[in-house]
């Protein structure tokens, strides 16, 4: 990290904008809303239960696989 810039990616704001819609197509607006405040309080956002699980999978030019948990990406895989 330089001059307090750190480097995310391409892909990390696909799996974002899955992580809301998926929780808003769900109708969990809970976890819709923690991914949409994720950059603002780092997912501190309360959710209710039962969990939501959600497998993402951004395929292009490159690809990566990510395990988002209630809305905050818990593991990546990128190619």
């Known amino acids: 990290m330089k001059a307090g810039i750190k480097r995310w990616g391409f892909h990390g ?38 969990n939501l699980r959600v497998i993402s999978c951004h395929l292009g030019g490159s690809s990566s696989i990510t395990g988002i948990l209630n809305g905050v990406a818990i593991g990546t895989s990128m190619d």
């Open 13 to 50: 704001a696909s799996h974002k904008f899955i992580a809301e819609r998926s929780a808003e197509l769900l109708g969990r607006e809970d976890v819709a809303e923690r991914a949409r405040q994720l950059y603002v309080n780092g997912g501190t956002t309360p959710v209710r239960k039962p």
